[in-house]
């Protein structure tokens, strides 16, 4: 099995529709990834770390396309993970899903 991490990029659904997406978010997680899976949502705005040890520090703008949650799985291969992916509910809100494999680290 590979270790797969997930970006859900915005996909926020109007006020008058959370309550439901956020039933169909509960639903969709329980049919594909029966097994659990650890993800969560993210505040809109954040903060940009940069510069020679971190010494920039700067608010991050709220953006249409700004990462808005994350979820950690493991599947047997890339068509496996996006296979889980496709029925999710951001896609309902105009959301995008970044699916990244997780690089093996050496004694970890």
Known sequence: MRKYVVLFRGGTPRPEEAE?????WTEWMGMAFPQGSQGHPLQQSGKMVSG???ATIKELPAKRDTV????????ESYE???ARIRKCPVFSTGGK?????VMPMPGM
């Open 80 to 82: 496996e993970a996006c």
């Open 97 to 101: 899903v970044e699916v990244r494999e």
């Open 52 to 54: 020679k040890r971190g």
């Open 20 to 24: 439901k997406h956020m039933k169909d």
């Open 68 to 75: 808005s949650g994350f979820m950690v799985f493991e599947a």
